[in-house]
């Protein structure tokens, strides 16, 4: 099935979304095309490929691909695919290697995707020639880092990576800046979530601050009727604390947290678990030796303006969503119109104290994980979405709370008049009409090439 | 306004009740050797009691110290410097069975059914404070149309307690714990 852009255009319209972006295979496999192949896509954390020869498996959008440093200590994305039978090179989630190999017929590979040597070359035509940079395992056109923080696109042309971020680089800079050596690695694993729903469900979920209080309502019962007087190893503390501020009453929301949104759909949530609220600041030992680490590292001026950046959900459109203030990355990965997988990190602040490190992960295991008392209830929401959206019951679905009082920015974006409006997800489905009706840059190549027709 | 008020006194009943708070937290001295077979018949009710969705029974299992883990990776070193798919200390195991129990826990409505085999039971480790059993599982997980099938291994540190067998840590390693996985909401 073909969609005309005419089509789409008509998809989004104010204040309403037809259903049909969410579920339509067609609309899918052209957001791959027009999104994930012209996008900046977040592909990786140049801490995951510390030393030459060290890779990372990953994908952009479906497209298998590897983030490695070379020999020369570059950073590049290569396709995951042998120039010969098309075969994936690097099985493997991450290593460390000399070269690429494949395994069906040893083609080799240079680490920046050069093709290195052919077994049985003398098999091949004269006018085949190993150092066609297409006989390769070829690079992605454009990778672009932002202070470590890797991005690729698809497309030879386009905006800078700079200017696709924005203002949304200021909450990249302040997953560093909490770092009192002002330098992060990722640490500690990965988990891998999944359900049965439209990849654009998640980030339209991670700012909706009037969700928490109905589909996190048996998490916040339990946590806030739990005792605090029986054993604990110390790893709950945060877990409770957040779960029991998810119970926060929509007053809250409305006056203290607020949304913010950028060009290119991107956006962040204000902060409604400040440090005051999770880490009990500075009564809590911890966070009383990090404040010095900082101080010492970068003095007290600095410190006080680092602190008071209270971002909670960062989001850069289409793929990737993180938090400062626990050091969290999500990545999310489109697998089906109906099914998506989402990858989320942790960061260590380097200079930090060891412990500040246990609590990111203690409150991974909490928002992120695949276990958590949280999470699992978003992941119902986004099934049942996924189960509701099949039906022509409603044709248009709702984003219009906020809708007409979102208030400028004065970097260049729209913020809502509060957090519980859904100004953010207007934002994302703008950029989504954008990328999906912008004019073609290249057309496939129509038949023709290197054979005759049969 | 009367629900509300309602509401609220039933919450201040419930509110700050330990699960299953035990009175003495004493550990007593074993008083018997646990044989294989009393393992075996341990683990089988612990895995009857989840079938069965006694949830707060399956607590009971639990010393006052105890923790629960569920490793993200194979062979992880431990739930402090990894993430794990769970790692409960007491307060959050008491805090996730009493989610378990809420009408409210969306992503167990409807409810799973469950079904489990428990086998190759060796004990690993016997000392004076205790056994680690290693055993095997499998357990079908079904739920809204869909069955989902989980396996691994299971070390359970059983200790003596009032003349009763408990729990002081059970870790479960899923051979597909590195597998991007649907939520998990029963424990296993």
Partial sequence: MHVMSEDLSNLVQPGRVHRQIYTDPAIFDLELERIFGVAWIYVGHESQVKSPGDYFRTFIGKKPVVLVRDAAGDIRVIHNQCAHRGSLVVANDNGNTDEFMCCYHGWTYHLDGRLKAVPLQHGYPENFDPSNPKTAMTQVPRVRSYRGFVFASAAADGPSLEEFLGHMATSLDDMIDRAPDGEIEIAGGVFKHAYDGNWKLYLENLCDAAHPIFTHRSSIDAAQQQSDAVHSDGTGEIAIRQMRQNGAPYSFWESQVGIWTYPNGHSYLGDYHDDAKLVAALKDPVFRDYIAAMEKKKGKAETRRVMEVRRWNSNVYPNLSFMSQFQQLRVVHPVAVDRTVVHTYNFRLKGAPEQMFRNTISFANTVNGTGSLVLTDDLEIYNRIGMGLSSAGAEWIEIGRGYRSDLPDAHGGRRGVNSTSEVYIRNMLDAWLGYMTAPTLSSPASGGGKYPAA | ?188
């Fill in chain 2, 1 to 188: 306004m009367a629900k509300k008020k309602k509401r609220a006194a039933r919450l201040a009943t419930r509110s700050r009740r330990p699960i299953a708070a035990r009175r003495s937290t004493a550990r007593q001295p074993i008083r018997q050797t646990l044989d294989l077979n009393a393992c075996e018949q341990f683990l089988l009710h612990e895995a009857r009691l989840l079938d069965d969705g006694k949830f707060e029974d399956w607590l009971k299992l639990f010393t006052p110290e105890a923790w629960y883990w569920v490793p993200s990776e194979p062979g992880q070193a431990d739930p402090f410097e990894t993430v794990s798919l769970i790692y409960d200390d007491r307060r959050l195991l008491e805090t996730r069975v009493r989610r378990l129990l809420s009408p409210r826990m969306y992503s167990q409505e409807p409810r799973s059914r469950t079904s489990r085999i428990v086998g190759n039971l060796t004990i690993e480790e016997s000392g004076k404070d205790g056994y680690t059993v290693r055993s095997k599982f499998m357990m079908i997980e079904y739920r809204r149309e869909q069955q989902r099938l989980f396996g691994g291994t299971a070390l359970h540190r059983l200790v003596q307690s009032g003349g009763r067998i408990m729990i002081a840590w059970k870790r479960v390693d899923l051979v597909n714990c590195d597998a991007p996985l649907d939520g998990i909401t029963i424990p296993f």
